[in-house]
């Protein structure tokens, strides 16, 4: 069933046959994170794809995943250009290494889970919570519910983790 | 530089200076065209032709790239009164360039035509904003957007920054040093008549500009411009009865990609870019390495991406970009200048093209800058590289295109004076 949704004013769609892609959001939207498994060489990949870009198998089933990782790179953006984001900024889009399948298959591959930073209920992180992130921060999954069958997933503080010293963050405030 | 023949027919190296660059056009680089895409692109590719000395009979094949943007090349070929042997209108748009010269030849190749103009035509101010601003940033979110847009990932500095940050925090790269890039091409810029920014910027007016999306400044990200770019391509053999020394096409590398391309974010590292991979293909196919290369056109889209491109087709040590280009190394009286035009932060912005039509001039030793001009109508240059100055490169034999459509997608082109 196709899903059309408002986001920030923003609208958002997905057709009916996006048949994968209407499978991972509605995991989000019950708040329980998968992704697809290969059926030939159990990899987990993201985002959604047809086919295992491993062994490119076609066959895959869909698993939980706990939604813990450290910020591989980001970038704030201080500048919105869609008019969605213009009452947001600065905001953070991060690229989060999964703990899960972290350097499998290779040494410099991982789950790299795009997310905005957000508060618990998954509104956009104001910029005093913005300041503290960077690379190494330690973050969990929330989602940000959106309609039904579509939650975002997004990324806060694990205020519950140990913390890297100082997380790498751009050298210029 | 004396370069080897390659007799060896079995391999690409067979086309090692067959074909060549013989004519170059563009028209002004504006911010309100006034006209069509069609307008603008038959604007260029008849200044290529007039520049090659090519009439329409002599122009068979057409070729383009745009990204919903531009008008097709059979129109264009209309207006200009061209009859088309083969034309083919591509999707895309930084990288095109040399992987389109690269399916020129092949089809000349192919005996399917005999002369290819490919051409860029493109409003990237007043229609379609290459920066993302405008209608294209209000477009519905759908289908695999979801995982980028509606996170407000969108722009090409958006999406391309968590690439610049890495590099930064994997080898300590600094602000400053990529500052450097817009210094330099600013400085270049100065001595070009024809680019859109003619003054010059320093490093610090760069890092004291508005922050864009971190690490980006408003002064590391390019203009956009309205204005049409094209190139010719003919074998070698018919360019020596054409007005200009040839440039000859020693290899070329065309949207060469990291794994995982569609979400190349997933393979790492992810601060290394396409060119660890294209350069494979360009410097044994060109039979020249990063040391024989006088004058690169390191695409800059954004000052990183000269930057990267630099370091990741080995002009330097991983790591070393940062130093590279803020050394001295790619100004003008440097070891390497890099886009003497000006580039796309301050020429104009053209999706690559007008990076390969500096370095063809380059080659001929014809750039146009404000020196004099001899009695062959030729400017007689100075090399005096002070601002509104020259900006030819003394003895220029060798150059190095490196064009980028994002961190995982890039094309490569080296060329040789005929």
Known sequence: MSIQAQYLGMPLSLDDLEVENLTYFKHCAAHDFHLQACANCSLLRYPPTTACPWCTSREAKWVPVEGKGAVHSYTEVHHAIQPAFKGHTPYMVLLVDLDRQLGKPTEHEALRIVGNLATPDGKLAKPEMVKRVGIGTRVRMVFTDVAPGLALPQWIIDEAAKQPDNPWRYPQE | MPLPADTDVSSPKHLRDKYAIVGVGETTYTRGSGMTTRALGTWAVSNAMLDAGLKAADVDGMLSYQSGDSTFAPFIAGDLGIRLNFYM??????????????????????????????????????????????????????????????????????????????????????????????????????????????????????????????????????????????????????????????????????????????????????????????????WPNSGVGPEDVDVTGSYDAFTFTTMLQLEDYGFCKKGEGGRYVSDGTINLGGRRPNNTSGGHLCEGYTHGMNMVIENVRQLRHDVDDSCPKGPDGKREHTYDYKEGGCRQVKGCEVTANLGWAMPGTGSAMVMRRG
């Not at chain 2, 192919?110 to 409003?123: D, E, H, L, P, S």
């Not at chain 2, 300590?172 to 910027?201: E, F, I, L």
Request: include cysteine; hydrophobic fraction near 40%.
């Open chain 2, 89 to 282: 209108d591509v999707f895309g748009g930084g990288s095109s360039t040399e992987a389109l010269i690269g399916i020129a030849m092949g089809v000349i190749e192919a005996g399917m035509c005999k002369t290819v103009a490919i051409f860029r035509a493109m409003n990237g101010f007043s229609q379609v904003r290459i920066g993302g601003t405008g209608a294209r940033s209000a477009v519905p979110v759908t289908s695999d957007m979801l995982h980028s847009r509606a996170y407000g990932w969108q722009s090409a500095g958006q999406m391309f920054s968590p690439t610049f940050m890495r590099h930064m925090y994997d080898y300590g790269t600094k602000p400053a040093q990529v500052a450097a890039v817009r210094a330099a091409h600013s400085n270049h810029a100065s001595n070009n008549p024809k680019a859109y920014y003619q003054k010059r910027v320093t490093v610090e007016d760069v890092l004291a500009s508005r922050v864009i999306c971190k690490p980006l400044h408003l002064l590391d990200c390019c203009v956009e411009t309205d204005n049409a770019t094209a190139v010719i391509i003919a074998r070698a053999d018919r360019a020596r009865d054409l007005k200009h020394t040839p440039a000859l096409i020693r290899g070329v590398a065309g949207r060469v990609c990291k794994p995982r391309i569609d979400m190349h974010y997933q393979a790492g590292p992810i601060s290394t870019v396409a060119g660890r991979y294209a350069r494979e293909i360009l």
